[in-house]
């Protein structure tokens, strides 16, 4: 049993009543996202695990197997991407479900607080299907000409939002759950949304130190063609505007990165 129906209609709720995000100040640009969640969750009287830096999902449920991650997403401003440094999407971790929440706010806010705009709450899986993958940064010594440099190769994962994947989430409240997934009163499925996985998955990469040439590696994709089905949500009195999946190829156009390989840094995105 998890508690995430409930929760996102207690969200919905929030921002129907007003209930704004409130940051301690202009150098806050990670927790007022988080701060505001957790305010709902303590208004149910759950109990979870505080958030830390380098904890995934940030709010893991102490009486129930669910873990929530959340992504804060300034408006208007980088909304089609999110950086993930410390680990890849998936529906599963450490037996926990997990649950990502995008929540847009003003970019430029008049004060220190404001409203959410939207919300998007949806399944891990439906960001990638795989639990498997398990993170880890590495690194070498040796490199430079007395050979004593440390080379290490930090990983960081940029994804496309639910506002890149999907039509019609913009200015609405949904929720997205594997179709198998149990819901509660009080929800108005309008939409189904079919992911496929693809047929060539990259295992390995590597970079040349000469050229800065990046490289991968890959090979068949044992899953391929594999569907994998999600229905969409709104709470009732919602708007039931229509969603649909974005082709793939505009995801991957949004998520076009600069050409100097540098951090995209409009938009504020929790981690």
């Known amino acids: 049993m998890t508690n995430v129906t409930a929760i996102f209609k207690l969200c919905v709720e929030a921002i129907r009543d007003g209930q704004l995000i409130e940051r301690e100040g ?4 990670e927790f007022h996202f ?8 303590d208004g149910m009287q759950l109990h979870y695990d505080l958030p830390g830096r380098n904890t995934y999902p940030d709010f893991r449920m102490v009486h129930s197997p669910e873990g929530y991650e959340l992504k804060g997403l300034a408006y208007p401003g980088r909304e089609a991407s999110y950086d993930s440094n410390s680990q890849v999407p998936c529906g599963e ?8 929440v995008f929540g847009r706010y003003p970019k ?9 705009l939207d919300l998007v709450l949806c399944h ?10 398990v993170h880890k940064n590495k690194s070498f010594r040796g490199f430079g000409t007395y050979g004593d440099i ?16 999907v039509d019609g989430t913009a200015h609405h409240r949904t929720l997205i759950l594997p179709a198998d997934h149990p819901v509660d009163a009080g929800l108005i499925e309008i939409g189904e949304i079919t992911r496929r996985e693809v047929d060539q998955m990259i295992v390995a990469y590597s970079f040349d130190l000469r050229t800065n040439q990046l490289a991968t590696t890959q090979v068949p ?14 709470a009732e009195g919602d708007p039931t505007d229509p969603v649909s999946l974005h082709g793939q190829n505009k995801a991957q156009n949004e998520l076009v ?14 981690e």
């Open 26 to 29: 202009r150098t806050d640009k």
């Open 34 to 41: 988080q701060n505001w969640f957790k305010r709902r969750l």
């Open 93 to 100: 971790h450490n037996g926990r479900q997990v649950y990502y």
């Open 108 to 116: 430029d806010p008049d004060g220190n607080k404001y409203p959410v």
């Open 124 to 133: 891990g899986s439906f960001l990638n299907a795989d639990n498997d993958y």
């Open 150 to 165: 440390l080379v290490r190769d930090r990983k960081m994962y940029v994804l496309p939002t639910p506002f890149a994947l």
């Open 221 to 234: 994709n044992p899953n391929a063609g594999c569907e994998h089905v999600f229905k969409v949500y709104r």
């Open 257 to 270: 990165l600069p050409d100097d390989g540098e951090d995209d840094e409009s938009g504020e995105v929790s």
